[in-house]
């Protein structure tokens, strides 16, 4: 991973932009913006649609008639010899109200109200990693900050030891790549099942002990809101906490960790917010329109749609290109530069609809609070970019950054 690697924009099928290819996430703006510009609803070598105008991917999550999946109940991304763990039974590949029971069952957990318990706990958090990078003169953003907030605080919502996130970093990166399985390559598959069989295996035995012992956690919620008649068994329980496992981890260090690289590559825009605490909320937007970690997202047309002028079948497999939708012209002034003060913030990170993010207020208070310590507690820094790495998620997450202050 270099500083500002710019790829090669050519057509290889893919219009330029090959999601799959090792280069794309390096910068994938150069061609997603090309994409978007001249051929904003794509039909790939591989079959789906690529929707990339902001209007289009708006259109479509609030108006389209969308499922998760095929007619056939397939999936048109995941894996299907996939094994025990599989997303298959997540809420995010379920529809009408078998989707709305499962989003309601968990989403008390993630209200604003829920979560004022956890600020103080997200402050903790922060101010540690400040002192110890402080006492360091330096840090790995991944493992010492962005990677710590959004574990300790999922895991205590979710009533998960922290001893074991290591073993969840490890499993999360891996399973990310189940969402578009189709695509990958074997090997990355075959350590992708396998990560989910460990998964299932930890969580039923998680579940296990609640059942034994209640406790005051989201997963012993879930067993008692099933008991109360709402039915969830055993893997379907265990399936909606992997899940959030992985929605709740990867992502936000994702966030975190893509927004504290661009606020040291413009340190212009640290020093404002440094000297403007209050646009730490603004920031956080910015970032995620800036640098989104989830690059595209999926639906299915369950009849005809007319998008971008084209009219696309029904069964139409649909990418939305939230990165090319989030960096649109016709949207944002200057789409490529970063401006924390930029006024009417309207990203695509967070998907649309139905299945609009439900953790999206958790990560927005973790991020803020991240963003502000950094730039306010901390030093310039540079960023030690021969060492840096990308995780092994699907997404554009950041494994590895250190930096040293100056
Ligand atoms: C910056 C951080 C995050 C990003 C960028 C992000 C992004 C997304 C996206 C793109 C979707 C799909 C939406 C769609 O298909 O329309 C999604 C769904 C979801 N996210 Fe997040 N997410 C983040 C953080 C979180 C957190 C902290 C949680 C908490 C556990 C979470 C839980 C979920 C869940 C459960 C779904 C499925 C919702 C449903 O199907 O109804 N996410 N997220």
């Not at 649609?49 to 008639?65: C, G, M």
């Not at 059942?211 to 956690?217: C, G, H, Q």
């Amino acid at each position: 991973m270099t500083g500002a690697p710019t790829p090669e924009v050519e057509d290889d099928g893919w219009a330029g932009a090959n999601p799959f290819a090792p280069s794309f996430r390096d910068d994938p703006y150069p061609a997603m913006n090309q994409l978007r510009e001249k051929d904003p609803v794509n039909e790939t070598p591989v079959g789906p649609w690529r929707i990339s105008r902001h209007a289009d991917v708006v259109d479509v999550f609030r108006n389209a008639p969308t499922s998760q999946t095929l007619a056939d109940g397939s999936s048109p991304n995941m894996d299907d010899q996939d094994r025990r763990g599989s997303f298959r039974d997540f809420m995010l590949n379920m529809d009408g109200p078998e989707h709305a029971r499962l989003r309601r069952l968990v989403l008390g957990a993630f209200t604003p109200k829920a979560l004022k318990h956890i600020e103080g706990e997200i402050d903790r958090v922060v101010d540690e990693a400040m002192h110890t990078a402080l006492k360091q003169g330096g840090m790995e953003v991944v493992e010492d900050f962005a990677l710590r907030i959004p574990s300790r605080m999922i895991c205590r919502i979710m009533g998960l030891p922290e001893e074991d996130i290591d073993q969840f970093t490890v499993w999360t990166a891996a399973r990310t790549n189940a969402f578009f399985a189709r695509f990958l390559p074997e090997d990355v598959v075959e350590h992708t099942r396998q990560a989910g069989e460990q998964m299932a295996d930890y969580f039923e035995a998680q579940i296990k002990l609640r059942r034994a012992n209640p406790r005051e956690d989201l997963l012993t919620n879930l067993i008692q809101s099933e008991e109360k008649g709402d039915r969830l068994g055993d893997v379907e329980l265990a399936i909606q906490a992997i899940g959030l496992l992985i929605a709740g981890f990867e992502t936000t260090i994702g966030l975190i960790g893509n927004g504290t690289k661009a606020l040291i590559e413009n340190p212009d825009q640290a020093e404002l917010l440094k000297q403007n605490p209050d646009l730490a909320k603004n920031t956080v937007e910015e970032c995620l329109r800036y640098d989104t970690p989830v690059l595209f997202n999926w639906r299915v047309l369950t009849e005809p749609y007319e998008v971008g002028g084209k009219t696309l079948p029904e069964n139409a497999v649909l990418w939305m290109m939230l990165g090319a939708a989030n960096h649109d012209p016709r949207v944002h002034d200057d789409p490529d530069t970063m401006d924390i003060t930029r006024q009417g913030i309207s990203h695509a990170s967070f998907g649309g609809g139905a299945h609009t993010c439900l953790g999206n207020q958790l990560a927005r208070m973790e991020a803020s609070r991240a963003f502000h310590a950094f730039v306010s507690r901390l030093p310039k820094a540079e960023i030690q970019y021969d060492d840096c790495a990308w995780s092994e998620s699907f997404f554009r997450v950041l494994g590895k950054m250190p930096i040293e202050f100056h």
